[in-house]
């Protein structure tokens, strides 16, 4: 049977029943207010944006801060960030994080401070309880994919399969098999790795457990959420420990519980790999996002051997190596007719080439980067932004030496995406275009990989920032469509439309 434990002498109290309003009410991270007095995310995501870019491309920053719809207008200056800090985007990820801290506040008893000062004052940790599973550990990479398991040579040809249909770069290949051929590398019981969002569908929590590692898990205090976790931990073989004295009172929400979060994180002991896999909707993202931001900060000035892990959205603006450029521009080019008659029909709005013409973006030591885009308007600037300020912190800590894993993860067929009807519909049709969309359970076990890759291979930085973003990424064929990716949304829609509404009966 699974053991539980508790560790006594802490005030769990504080996240029990009515003390828990009281604590939202007491620090939590907000956005500042305008002229008008409202505490606005567009405004805030308007001016990061422009601060960001001001570094290299005040011209574009101009052009961010002009934006009066900000909500319709963010496509084009995201894509801005990517183009402007090709040559060096390490500044313009160390001025958007600047602006991210130096803007967004905490709420403390009615009075706005700045962020990274939430963590000042005798903030109390709650309990701890412990779940030690009871199955026996997976001594081999094993990652399900649709009626099979692929192991060995399976999962070998099925990477390399991906990669042929460019649903996965070479990089990622190489480095899930040499975690294949390195199976002792699968037990992270030597590390503690904190999943922020420990039931979050894509994060590593249920691999690490099945391998027999430790997972410290952080999500919001819902006893039906824990009910999940607990249960995955039971099934697993390892150890995961968790905020509170058992289910009914288990979980911190980050968002008004930075400084016990913080506390309570100090109190574990081992080298603590800080994973950010936490989701929330609309408005509420960016906000979460910089409070997760400002807790890794401060575990890093605190135990400065503490790690960093990230997973990038497959939904956004990459810059991409030359041979992903090549491979699109030749799909373009072998379009059908069908899509050149919806081309023309559409007045050009259908089916975009997704690399026209990149020549502009040439710089001396480049490989001739191009701009994949894969940015969805039905995601929203929060979304963006939320996404952004994680990938702004990879880069920035990698190149002041703090090991970080960053990958690309694949389109998912996760619960958030699919109950977006239009997404979901999307998902079902991309195929058509040659995009694979994952079911979760095989992205899970992909990226758990890729993360012990890169912590038992951490990779210095590179001269330039957008390399190690395009390193092992599992895009699902997105940036090497021969469409700009939103442009072939609605046809992929139309198609999927059927099987979309099949599969939510």
């Not at 001016?47 to 574009?60: E, G």
């Not at 922020?196 to 979050?200: E, F, K, T």
């Given at each position: 049977m699974?053991t539980?434990s508790c560790r006594?002498?802490?005030?769990r109290?504080?996240y029990?029943?009515?003390v828990?309003?009281?604590?939202s009410?007491v620090?939590?991270?907000?956005?500042?207010?305008?002229?008008?007095?409202?505490?606005s995310?567009s405004?805030f995501?308007?001016?990061?944006?422009?601060?960001?870019?001001?570094?290299?491309?005040?011209?574009?920053a101009?052009?961010?801060?002009?934006?009066?719809?900000?909500?319709?207008?963010y496509?084009?200056?995201?894509?801005?960030?990517?183009?402007?800090?090709?040559g060096?985007?390490y500044d313009?990820a160390?001025?958007?994080?600047e602006s991210?801290?130096?803007?967004m506040?905490?709420s403390?008893d009615?009075t706005?401070?700045?962020?990274?000062?939430?963590f000042?004052?005798n903030?109390?940790p709650?309990?701890s309880f412990?779940i030690t599973?009871?199955?026996?550990?997976?001594?081999?990479?094993?990652i399900?994919y649709g009626?099979?398991?692929?192991?060995?040579?399976?999962?070998?040809r099925?990477?390399d399969a991906?990669?042929s249909r460019?649903i996965i770069e070479?990089s990622?290949a190489?480095?899930?098999?040499e975690?294949?051929?390195?199976p002792?590398?699968l037990?992270?019981?030597?590390?503690?790795?904190?999943v922020?969002?420990?039931?979050?569908e894509?994060?590593?929590?249920?691999a690490v457990?099945a391998?027999?590692?430790t997972?410290v898990?952080?999500?919001l205090?819902?006893?039906?959420?824990w009910?999940?976790?607990?249960?995955?931990?039971?099934?697993?073989a390892g150890t995961l420990?968790?905020?509170?004295?058992?289910?009914?009172?288990?979980?911190?929400d980050?968002?008004?519980?930075l400084?016990?979060?913080?506390?309570?994180?100090?109190?574990?002991?081992?080298?603590?790999i800080?994973?950010?896999?936490?989701?929330?909707p609309?408005a509420?993202?960016?906000r979460?996002?910089a409070?997760v931001d400002?807790l890794?900060?401060?575990?890093?000035?605190e135990?400065?051997?503490?790690a960093?892990?990230f997973?990038?959205t497959?939904t956004?603006?990459?810059?991409v190596p030359?041979?992903?450029?090549?491979?699109?521009?030749q799909?373009y080019?072998?379009?059908?007719?069908q899509?050149?008659?919806?081309?023309?029909?559409?007045g050009?709005?259908?089916?975009?080439?997704?690399f026209p013409d990149?020549t502009?973006?040439r710089?001396?030591?480049?490989a001739?980067?191009g701009?994949?885009d894969?940015?969805v308007p039905?995601q929203?600037?929060?979304?963006?932004?939320a996404k952004?300020?994680?990938r702004?912190?990879?880069s920035?800590?990698?190149?002041?030496?703090t090991?970080?894993s960053f990958?690309?993860?694949?389109p998912?067929?996760t619960?958030?995406?699919t109950?977006?009807?239009?997404?979901?519909?999307?998902y079902?049709?991309a195929?058509?275009?040659?995009?694979e969309?994952?079911?979760?359970a095989t992205?899970n076990r992909?990226?758990?990989?890729l993360?012990?890759?890169?912590?038992?291979?951490?990779?210095?930085a590179s001269?330039q920032?957008?390399r190690?973003?395009?390193?092992?990424?599992?895009h699902?064929g997105?940036w090497?469509v021969?469409?700009?990716p939103?442009?072939?949304l609605?046809?992929?829609a139309?198609?999927?439309?059927?099987?979309?509404?099949?599969s939510?009966?």
């Open positions: 699974p539980i006594a002498g802490l005030h109290k504080a029990h029943g009515t828990l309003v009281i604590l009410r620090n939590e991270v907000v956005f500042p207010r305008g002229a008008d007095g409202r505490r995310s405004d995501g308007r001016a990061v944006v422009a601060d960001a870019l001001r570094v290299t491309d005040p011209t574009a101009e052009a961010a801060e002009r934006e009066r719809d900000w909500r319709k207008g496509l084009a200056h995201f894509r801005s960030l990517v183009q402007a800090g090709l060096n985007g313009t160390a001025a958007g994080l991210v801290h130096r803007r506040l905490v403390r009615g706005d401070i700045a962020l990274d000062d939430v000042t004052g903030a109390q709650p309990a412990t599973g009871n199955g026996k550990a997976e001594r081999e990479l094993l399900p009626k099979e398991v692929l192991q060995g040579d399976s999962l070998y099925q990477l991906w990669v460019g070479q990622c190489e480095m899930v098999r975690v294949a051929d390195h002792d590398w037990d992270l019981s030597d590390q503690r790795l904190v922020l969002g420990a039931g979050a894509l994060g590593p929590l249920p457990l391998w027999g590692g997972v898990g952080i999500d205090p819902r006893p039906q959420l009910e999940r976790v607990v249960e995955t931990a039971r099934r697993g420990i968790a905020p509170g004295t058992s289910v009914s009172d288990a979980g911190i980050l968002l008004t519980g400084p016990e979060a913080a506390q309570w994180l100090l109190g574990i002991e081992g080298r603590l800080l994973g950010d896999y936490v989701y929330a609309g509420v993202y960016p979460l996002s409070a400002a890794g900060v401060h575990l890093v000035r135990r400065p051997e503490t960093l892990a997973l990038a497959p956004d603006t990459f810059a030359e041979n992903v450029v090549e491979q699109a521009t799909r080019r072998d379009r059908s007719v899509a050149r008659v919806a081309q023309r029909v559409s050009g709005r259908l089916l975009e080439q997704h990149h502009d973006l710089f001396a030591d480049s001739d980067p701009i994949a894969s940015l039905q929203g600037p929060n979304y963006a932004l952004r300020i994680q702004w912190r990879a920035v800590a990698r190149r002041a030496g090991p970080v990958s690309v993860a694949p998912t067929a619960r958030s995406v109950n977006n009807r239009l997404l979901a519909a999307a079902a049709g195929h058509l275009f040659g995009i969309v994952f079911a979760p992205s992909l990226m758990a990989a993360l012990v890759h890169q912590l038992r291979r951490p990779r210095s001269p920032a957008w190690d973003e395009a390193s092992g990424a599992a699902g997105l090497r021969g469409y700009l939103r442009t072939a609605g046809l992929a139309v198609r999927g439309l059927p099987a979309a509404f099949a939510s009966r």
